[in-house]
């Protein structure tokens, strides 16, 4: 009974990760539910990794319990003086490179994929901190503002503010947009990194550096990340929290913040001059 208790316990993990998209959870199993489409292609090629390293262990576990049973002293009292085979020989190098080739292609196509700004419809800045974040939006005016984690005294419940997650200033971005994100870390600082799972993004922040990715994120909600680089004493304080809206509602969020909206003719006129490259 208990054995069965635990097992229900395990599959309701699993099975509740869905619903909660933003979060990790304790005892999770799975991957957070991708909402941008790098994320996608990386759940995909997860799922194909699963696949083909699921039937090598099952493979190779075979093989050995095979050998152990055919070919023990006892089943064998003569041994064998077998020194080469070249058949097996060439099967077990082909198989292998094969297998490389088809890990390789879509990894490559990824990592194409998301190197490339897709059509950048808006640019956000990212400047890590010891030991908080900097976030800028260069085309709509000066708006900026620092976001630092809240501390479990100022946690409030009627907020859905969470422990260790939640931020005094959560990033807004618009939902169906393509955001290009410039990711750096301040002069005299060190290295951090901006990772949100759900979005597919872990991008390291260098000082004097500037790196670039890009996201869509295709379902609104709260999503929650935390920096990914060994950064000193505050590194497991840094948290990430992106709340993503309709356009419609980011924008209103803009001018609340004093920022000013592009003119639609510059928005048409990025577009044009930015290429896109094609999902495969």
């Not at 060190?190 to 993004?201: D, K, Q, R, S, Y």
């Amino acid at each position: 009974m208990r054995n069965l208790n635990f097992f229900l316990f395990l599959a309701l993990a699993f099975f509740t990760t869905a619903a909660f998209a933003a979060e990790p959870l304790p005892m999770q199993l799975n991957l957070q539910p991708a909402v941008t489409p790098v994320a996608e292609k990386l759940h995909d090629f997860h799922n194909l990794l699963l696949v083909i390293i699921t039937a090598i262990t099952i493979f190779v576990m075979g093989l050995l319990l095979y050998v152990m049973v055919r070919f023990n002293a006892k089943a064998n009292p003569v041994p064998s003086t077998t020194t080469h085979n070249v058949p097996l020989e060439i099967i077990w190098t082909v198989i292998p490179v094969l297998i490389l080739i088809v890990i390789a292609v879509p990894s490559f196509r990824i990592l194409y994929f998301a190197d490339k700004v897709e059509k950048p419809e808006m640019t956000l800045k990212i400047t890590g901190y010891q030991w908080y974040w900097g976030y800028e939006y260069p085309d709509y005016g000066d708006v900026s503002f620092q976001a630092y984690l809240i501390k479990d005294s100022e946690i409030d419940a009627s907020q859905h503010q969470k422990r260790l997650l939640s931020t005094d200033n959560p990033v807004v971005v618009p939902t169906d947009t393509n955001i290009r994100l410039e990711i750096t870390a301040g002069p005299t600082d060190v290295l951090h990194a901006w990772t949100i799972p759900a979005f597919g993004v872990k991008k390291d922040a260098v000082p004097g550096r500037l790196n670039e990715a890009w996201m869509r994120v295709t379902e609104p909600g709260t999503y929650y990340g935390q920096c990914s680089e060994l950064c000193g004493k505050g590194h497991g304080f840094m948290p990430i929290e992106v709340k993503a809206v309709p356009k419609a509602e980011f924008e209103q969020w803009i001018v609340a913040q004093g920022g000013k909206l592009p003119a639609p003719e510059a928005e048409a006129a990025s577009e044009e001059t930015t290429e896109t490259p094609k999902a495969e």
